[in-house]
């Protein structure tokens, strides 16, 4: 044994079953506690866990807008603010959606502005890299919809360069394609109060020493172009342009047709029924400011109820340290929660230790037995889901159900859910099913894709289609429940997953970065069903997991693979990923390979004295692409997941 840099290194004598494999497992279940009781300390006393969510700074720079526009600026939270967004601007003056990445133009603009807004003066270094940068990438001309919006609030932008959509939206039947309810659930919890804001096209002028004309390639133009590109004829593109052009023609007309009026009152009332009671909407900041947007445009001041709960419910994501204020896009304790506990079971706790019916005590309650935006495609199928936060009623989603159920499941006869709830949330999870076989997160059948088309869909997030990750998940999770081959849907679930392999043998993550994910989520799923996991397109995958293996044993994939296949399981080694590829292993009875042994070594040679990981860079995805994630959980609870594992294969 050496030591190297303050962390111990193992020699890979160990990695043999002969003599030395003992000692190897023993060190293995040391590791193990030492996970376990950070775990257990950092227990909410209700029972829940509940790490913070990064993003990037956009997040917390629109919060501030919203408060600028509102009149309700506070000075000392301004300067924490100020201070988080500049702690993460990069040397060469931008900001990245995730750290490592390379400089974004929408998000250095948002980051710009805030601070502008702040007072922050101009010829600042840091200030004129970021402008330069700008710049020299097209200006606030060539950044995204969103940031265009945030600045036509304050006059900065031209509300006539900005994509409309018009009112009667809200009216159109379930059959045509831009209905609401085919847009993505986060598309839609944003996109419908931003039609009571579009409508309107509120300003608030800013005085001259807070405007941002620097930042415009060519300022001073009538009419910007709603995109950098020019569309081919009769391209969808193409045509949402031409649809945009006659929405504009009609906001031209003073007088309100009837179908306008009654399309925006629609979208008014929708924002109303939406909001949680604990102020809450949809569940994402995105949602949230929107909607508290719309209710100011509307003409409610900051005293009118549900505006002051939207504001509490948006405050109530935020993380302030001593010299920080943080707005996270979300918070996830549900889904932390539930994977703190697999990970604690699969690490040997016994299922009736005390933080294990806590953790189940709290998560039960927690099912949706009302229904939500789901039920418009489903009309007659009942609840019975679990969503990511706290509160969030009308968007449970298919993810965090199964992984739920995962764990109450081994605790059914427990009492902690009735045998006829847990059944519910199975049944709500089948009826879920999308007519390829396969499941998205939130919704049925979201696949209209040619709304990312849209100009508002420059995020190329505006549907919520099947995906390999989480269809593996609900077959992780139909396994548990007694289902097998024989059930139709599994097989449709199963014909959607081998239609959509990779020709390298791996499988694409929408929701974890990447294909190591996917592949991990699939292998589990195929297993757990009863599949023989020695059939050629699984081994397959293994043989590709095997050969994207790191020097260091790890595995590590960057998130640039969304935007470049030839990326794929690339990238430095992280605990999380490694995690991830360990369990494919396992998953496919190759966890006393070489390979998964020298995953296991990396896993516990990164491992720190009070039984954490270390882990910085973004392994999460919001939008693949656009807007990254770093779940804090996730360096922790996946390890722990993957030693607990390991060390069940040589006990059994």
């Known amino acids: 044994m050496i030591k190297l840099q303050n962390k111990t290194v193992y020699s890979a004598r160990l990695f043999t079953k002969g003599s030395r494999m003992p000692q190897f497992l023993d060190l293995v279940s040391n590791k193990i506690r030492q996970s376990r009781q950070f775990f257990l300390n950092t227990q909410n006393s209700e029972g829940f866990w509940w790490f913070e969510l990064h993003s990037n700074v956009t997040i917390t720079a629109e919060y501030l807008m919203l408060l600028h526009f509102l009149g309700i600026e506070d000075d000392a939270k301004t300067t924490k603010i100020v201070n988080h967004i500049k702690k993460h601007q990069r040397q060469d003056g931008t900001w990245a959606i995730h750290k490592g990445g390379k400089g974004d133009l929408s998000t250095t603009v948002e980051a710009y502005f805030a601070l502008k807004l702040s007072g922050v003066d101009v010829d600042e270094p840091y200030m004129a890299k970021a402008r330069r940068f700008i710049l020299e990438n097209g200006g606030v001309e060539a950044s995204r919809v969103f940031t265009k919006i945030f600045l036509a609030l304050f006059g900065e932008f031209q509300w006539n360069s900005v994509p409309s959509v018009l009112p009667e939206l809200m009216l159109l039947p379930l059959w045509v394609p831009f209905n609401v309810y085919n847009f993505s659930s986060w598309a839609r919890a944003t996109f419908v109060p931003l039609i009571v804001v579009l409508d309107a096209k509120p300003v608030k002028a800013l005085p001259e020493s807070k405007q941002v004309i620097e930042l415009f390639k060519n300022p001073g133009k009538k009419f910007y172009p709603l995109t950098g590109q020019n569309p081919a004829p009769m391209t969808w593109q193409w045509v949402f342009l031409k649809l945009d052009r006659f929405a504009k023609n009609i906001e031209k007309y003073p007088k309100r047709p009837f179908f306008r009026k009654r399309g925006l009152k629609k979208a008014i009332d929708w924002i109303f029924e939406h909001q949680e009671e604990t102020g809450d909407w949809g569940g994402i900041q995105p949602a949230m400011v929107n909607s508290v947007l719309a209710l100011s445009t509307l003409g409610y001041d900051t005293s009118y109820e549900p505006l002051r709960r939207g504001l509490v419910a948006i405050d109530n994501f935020a993380i302030e340290k001593h010299d920080e204020f943080i707005l996270q896009s979300c918070i996830s304790p549900v ?86 709830k847990l059944k519910r949330g199975i049944n709500w999870i089948l009826g879920m099913q999308n007519k390829d076989g396969g499941w998205g997160a939130f919704d049925v059948d979201n696949d209209t894709h040619i709304l990312n088309k849209m100009p508002f869909g420059d995020l190329e997030a505006m549907i919520d289609p099947s995906t390999p990750d989480i269809t593996g998940r609900v077959l992780e999770v139909l396994g548990i429940a007694g289902y097998d081959m024989s059930n139709w849907q599994v097989k449709m679930a199963m014909q959607f997953i081998a239609a959509n392999q990779e020709k390298d043998g791996s499988w694409w993550g929408r929701w974890g970065v990447n294909y190591i994910y996917g592949t991990w989520s699939v292998l589990e799923g195929l297993r757990s069903i009863g599949e023989n996991m020695s059939k050629p397109y699984i081994q397959k995958a293994i043989t590709w997991l095997k050969e994207h293996q790191n020097p260091d044993g790890g595995w590590g994939e960057c998130c640039e693979s969304y935007c470049d296949a030839g990326l794929s399981a690339c990238g430095q080694s992280t605990p999380s990923q490694t995690a991830w590829a360990v369990m494919a292993l396992i998953a496919a009875y190759n966890g006393t390979s070489s390979n998964a042994i020298k995953g296991i070594h990396y896993i516990i040679s990164r491992q720190r004295n009070d039984g954490t990981w270390d882990e910085d860079v973004f392994t999460g995805t919001g939008f693949p692409k656009h807007f990254m994630l770093w779940y804090e959980n996730y360096r922790n609870c996946f390890p722990l997941m993957a030693l607990g594992k390991f060390l069940k294969q040589y006990k059994n």
């Not at 506990?341 to 009736?352: P, T």
């Not at 933080?355 to 199928?381: F, Y």
């Not at 679990?386 to 969030?392: C, L």
Request: hydrophobic share 40%; glycine share 6%; charged share 25%.
């Open 335 to 420: 889904w932390d929660t539930a994977l703190t506990g697999l990970a604690l079971l699969y690490s040997g706790l016994e299922k009736e230790h005390h933080a294990i019916t806590k953790a189940c005590k709290w998560l039960a309650p927690k099912q949706i037995l009302k229904k939500g935006d789901w039920s418009v495609k489903r009309p007659e199928l009942l609840p019975g889901g679990w969503a990511f936060e706290f509160e969030n009623s009308f968007y449970p989603d298919i993810d965090d159900t199964a992984v739920v159920l995962m764990f109450l499941y081994r605790h059914y006869e427990s009492g902690f859910l009735e045998q006829s």
